[in-house]
Each structure stands twice: as C-alpha cells, then as structure tokens.
C-alpha cells in the first residue's frame, strides 16, 4: 500500500474523530452519536497509523504489522 493512500485514511479517521468531539463539545450532535463516530473511527485511526509507519514510499504491498 502507498503512504499516500493511507495518510488518506489516516486523515480522515482523525478528521470523523476530531469533528464528533468538535460537535459533542457544541451541543450539535448528541452523546450516542459522537460516541459510535469516535468508537469505529478510532481503530481505524490505529490501524492506518500502523501502515503509515511502515509503508515504504515505492512499494505495492501492504506491509505486516503483526498481531
């Protein structure tokens, strides 16, 4: 996988998790809702950045990041 790509992901699961709070801390969405935005969006977050960190710039293959 590119880093290119999975900075892609990386920056939209930190943009659903920063914008749920962002909406909690404005009243605008209620507390369930920011809840289940931040519970899926957060172990996407950790897999991404785990890729990011190992994904060599050139190659195609998702790198192993272990268990």
Known sequence: MKRKTVSLGLAAS?????AASAALAASLIPLWAAETAIVIA???LVI???LWWRAPGGEEDI???GY
């Open 63 to 65: 790198p192993f990041i």
């Open 14 to 18: 930190a943009t659903v998790i920063v």
């Open 48 to 50: 991404f950045l785990g």
């Open 42 to 44: 957060f172990p996407a």
